[in-house]
């Protein structure tokens, strides 16, 4: 049963995508904890951030996320689409097979591990 493409099997894909929605949901709820806490409105950014996300959040949601889970949550996001559109496990860069060990520990990676050390050393 070729298919083409792709590292990981339905039955992983479910699993993944089990987890990465529990994730989400979780970085979700962390908000609603947040949210009353966090004044701070950087307009631009956010806005930004939202295009990204393709506006499936507010920018007061996005403003009340540290960082990490910004880029995590939108991280995410694009992970269950590459799920859906049956990309999953490739790399978004050179088209190449992510290695399953990453995938495992960074399941929303976008870039190999190749990839992923080359754009480190560049923004660096
Ligand atoms: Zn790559």
Redesign the pocket.
């Known amino acids: 049963m070729p298919n083409k493409g792709s590292v990981v099997n339905k039955k992983e894909l479910e699993v993944v995508k089990t987890s990465l929605q529990a994730r989400r949901h979780e970085i979700i709820e962390k908000l609603s904890e947040a949210q009353s806490q966090s004044k701070l409105i950087e307009t631009d950014i956010a806005q930004d951030l939202a295009d990204k996300a393709e506006s499936s959040y507010t920018k007061e949601f996005l403003l009340s996320l540290s960082n990490a889970e910004r880029e995590e949550l939108l991280q995410i996001d694009a992970a269950l689409k590459r799920i859906a559109r049956g990309e999953y496990g490739l790399?978004q860069?050179?088209?190449?097979e992510?290695g399953k060990k990453r995938l495992h520990h960074l399941p929303w990676t976008s870039?190999?591990i190749?990839?992923q050390e080359k754009s480190e050393s560049e923004t660096a």
Do not use: A, N, T
């Open positions: 790399c860069s050179c088209q190449k992510i870039l190999c190749d990839c």
